[in-house]
């Protein structure tokens, strides 16, 4: 397995600009995560997914967007970049506890974004 | 609200023990996890420990639960510069039919040979 893996490791973006971050997981996990590592500070999660078709908004979800069309794939949009998102973003995932889980979440190598 | 802390530095000697703590909010945490993440890449789960546990020993990691003073640590034994790396400390918690997870600022462990 893969594992969980992110696309791409770095970006540079100027003030407007829009793009996609991408997430994808071979483990068949129904719940997925995006995550912000801001210099210093925890993982603030910014938008999760219990399944396909179904996404809520985390802690700091402004400026963002995401989408859920298939178990293995969950991309993070950034519609207008602010120097505010600069940041790392990581995706993860996990299992649901009817599968013998506990709630172990697996993590991506992170993306690595610049606005500015 | 919801809450995780953790000293933000660490400095140890190759070969001694590492204890790097961690002190949460919420007593409603279901499992409290230990997260290892060195430069450049995601976090990597080293342990976890159900919330209804007070210890629980990994080959050279023992990670401590005391429940009443909401304290978890996390012990590395013999370490080696192999280790030197952030440590996260989360819990997760139950909530509206699903769980969220709060994690620390993480505690950069620097390995002295």
């Known amino acids: 397995n893969a594992g969980v893996t992110q696309t791409p490791k770095f970006r540079i973006l100027k003030i407007g600009q829009s793009m996609t971050l991408q997430c994808a997981q071979d483990m068949n996990h129904n719940y997925m995560y995006w995550y912000r590592q801001d210099p210093g500070m925890g993982l603030k999660l910014i938008y999760y997914?219990?399944?396909?078709?179904?996404?809520d908004k985390g802690e700091v979800p402004n400026g963002y967007n995401v989408s859920r069309s298939t178990t293995e794939d969950f991309p993070l949009r950034l519609e207008l970049a602010a120097p505010s998102q600069t940041s790392v973003y990581f995706c993860a995932s996990r299992k649901g506890l009817a599968g013998g889980g506990v709630l172990t979440q697996y993590f991506g190598p992170g993306t690595r974004l610049t606005v500015l | 609200g919801e809450d995780v802390e953790q000293s933000l530095f660490l400095s140890v000697r190759e070969g001694d023990s590492s204890v790097i703590n961690c002190t949460y909010t919420?007593?409603?945490?279901?499992?409290l996890y230990w997260y290892k993440q060195e430069p450049g890449a995601g976090l990597q789960l080293l342990t976890y420990?159900?919330?209804?546990?007070d210890m629980k020993q990994d080959q050279r990691l023992t990670v401590l639960l005391n429940k009443k003073d909401k304290h978890l640590s996390l012990r590395i034994a013999d370490t080696q510069t192999g280790d030197s790396a952030i440590y996260f400390c989360?819990?997760?918690?139950?909530?509206?039919?699903?769980?969220?997870?709060?994690f620390g600022t993480g505690t950069r462990l620097k390995v002295l040979a």
């Open positions: 420990i159900f919330s209804n546990m």
């Open positions: 919420d007593s409603s945490s279901t499992y």
């Open positions: 997914s219990v399944g396909a078709g179904i996404t």
């Open positions: 989360a819990e997760s918690i139950s909530t509206s039919g699903t769980y969220k997870y709060i």
